[in-house]
């Protein structure tokens, strides 16, 4: 479904990535784990149209992806949720999720999203009204991705959603992902904690300055002697 | 008594008039992060318009508004192609750019209307209201107050209630995010660009009959509309609107007391003693890097 072959990034000279690939199939769940600076957010952007590549190609089902602008992404069907959570901190919850929805005309579909929302993030709903800045991390995490699934994207892209975030919070998010790949949505998970991401995908790539160490099943990966020492502080 | 309660009257509809430029202002600041110092030109060239097409060509005053709107508008719009966007990356290009244009502006007037002659603006709806203590406003100025808050109250209610309106603003505090929406931060631009530059084409329309059209008279207004969006906290639409009626009571008593020139050197200060000691402004809640 999405296929990212031999991509290269970089910031002025400094190259962030170098030549990464990877792949996510229909429904797949898949992560990208590595240290602060290693190239994780980078590739997200790359695929989602925040940055250009220098090099490469980016293919989401049979369109190509690379040198189309962010938004028309969007409506390809690729929601992203970016680090840092980025929530519009003055306008209200609702507003916020209502954004998510900005590609779409169908009324009906996005008050059952909505609803859908609403039903697996019930505090969104308590706070509707509320300014999304005033709500703690968590809560504004939930609301980054509840606002990207308002866009009823095809492949979620999620950068470090645990980030700062208490251990409950995080079990949180963990059952949420589980529920929203049930839906048949894919998800490329991009995370430090590798622990928390190996828990929950599949498949998994070990990116390090810029380039992929190795990649494999979740289970391969946690059986690794790099892995465990490097990432799992085993 | 009466000259208080006059300088009142005054006052509301000075507040229409700043609170017009501000916002067209704030509003292209928050969604480019560009200073369009052009601004005030804008608001000339819709007194221009007016100067020719209604007391010129004899056109009716309220096609000549619209005309001054749609010419002003067309400007921005062409401003965010031509001098804006090709500098995306590199904000002070854009601000360049606009002073560039403000000169280019000035002179094209001065070609056109000449320099120093009175531009001669009758006004369109002569006669004035008798209020009680004997507070008069001319109807020109009534009716100038009231389209200001007009248009005021309908841009409070785009960005509101409306789809768009959110995007907009949610462009204006968040570029990427935005983006990530699936919303074109390409055309929210244009369309705060048209929006804004409208603004400032109307409020110039609507001052033509009531002040000195001449090919300088932008200073003043950037010079307003800077103190105003400074205060409010710039990026806060309310925040601007507040100021703005803020500094028209303040600017209109001060002038009606003292001196015009004292208004605007203690306007100044005020806004100097704002980015000292709170740069946010009154509203604003964040500063842009």
Not at chain 1, 111 to 117: H, K, S
Not at chain 1, 122 to 136: F, I, W, Y
Not at chain 1, 212 to 228: C, I, K, P
Not at chain 2, 143 to 170: D, E, I, M, Q, Y
Request: proline share 3%; with cysteine.
């Amino acid at each position: 479904m999405l296929r990212v072959d031999d991509v290269h990034v970089s910031y002025g000279k400094v190259a962030a990535l170098r030549g990464l690939s990877l792949r996510v199939e229909e429904g797949g769940f898949s992560a990208i784990i590595g240290s602060n600076g290693a190239g994780k957010s980078s590739a997200l952007r790359a695929i989602s149209g925040l940055v250009p590549i220098r090099g490469g190609e980016i293919h989401f089902g049979d369109q190509r992806l690379d040198g189309l602008s962010a938004d028309r992404i969007v409506r390809l069907g690729v929601a992203h949720v970016p680090e840092g959570r980025r929530v519009f901190k003055d306008l209200s919850v609702r507003e916020n999720l209502e954004l998510g929805a900005y590609t779409r005309r169908d009324r009906a579909g996005i008050n059952t999203d909505l609803e859908w929302v609403y039903q697996h993030l019930p505090r969104l709903k308590e706070r509707g009204g509320q300014q999304a800045g005033t709500m703690s991390g968590g809560e504004q995490q939930m609301l980054a991705i509840g606002r990207a699934l308002m866009a009823r994207p095809r492949l979620l892209l999620l950068d470090e959603p645990s980030l700062g975030l208490a251990p409950l919070i995080v079990q949180g998010i963990a059952r949420l992902l589980r529920e929203i790949q049930g839906r048949g949505i894919s998800i490329l998970l991009v995370e430090q904690n590798a622990e928390l991401a190996l828990e929950l995908v599949r498949y998994g790539y070990v990116l390090e300055t810029g380039s992929l160490r190795m990649q494999g099943t979740a289970v391969e990966l946690m059986g690794n002697e790099h892995v465990r020492k490097a990432y799992l502080g085993i | 008594m009466e000259l208080v309660l006059q300088s009142i009257a005054n006052a509301l509809v000075q507040s229409g008039f700043f609170s017009l430029w501000a916002v067209g202002l704030v509003l292209i600041f928050g969604v480019m992060g560009i200073i369009n110092f052009a601004h005030g030109e804008m608001v000339m060239v819709g007194a221009y318009t007016v100067w020719l097409l209604y007391a010129g060509q004899g056109l009716p005053f309220p096609l000549a508004l619209l005309a001054a709107a749609l010419i002003v508008c067309l400007l921005g719009l062409c401003m965010e192609r031509f001098l804006f966007q090709p500098f995306r990356e590199n904000p002070l290009g854009g601000l360049i750019n606009s002073i560039g244009l403000l000169f280019i502006l000035q002179v094209l007037a001065v070609q056109i209307g000449g320099l120093g002659l009175m531009k001669h603006v009758p006004p369109a709806f002569p006669g004035t209201l008798e209020l009680p203590f004997e507070v008069r406003i001319p109807v020109q100025r009534a009716v100038a107050l009231v389209v200001s808050l007009g248009l005021l109250a309908a841009v409070g209610w785009l960005l509101t209630w409306t789809r768009l309106g959110w995007a907009l603003r949610a462009v204006s505090m968040d570029r990427e995010a935005a983006a990530l929406q699936g919303i074109s931060v390409r055309r929210i631009g244009m369309f705060a660009m048209g929006l804004g530059a409208a603004l400032a084409g109307t409020a110039g329309a609507l001052m033509a009959p009531l002040v000195r059209v001449e090919p300088y008279m932008g200073h003043a207004v950037i010079i307003t509309a800077f103190i105003v969006a400074i205060v409010g906290g710039i990026g806060s639409i309310r925040g601007a609107v507040l100021a703005a009626v803020l500094y028209a009571f303040f600017h209109t008593f001060v002038t009606t007391y003292y001196s015009g020139t004292l208004a605007t050197m203690l306007g100044l200060f005020i806004m100097l003693l704002v980015l000292v000691i709170k740069p946010t402004g009154l509203m604003g809640s964040r500063l842009r890097e």
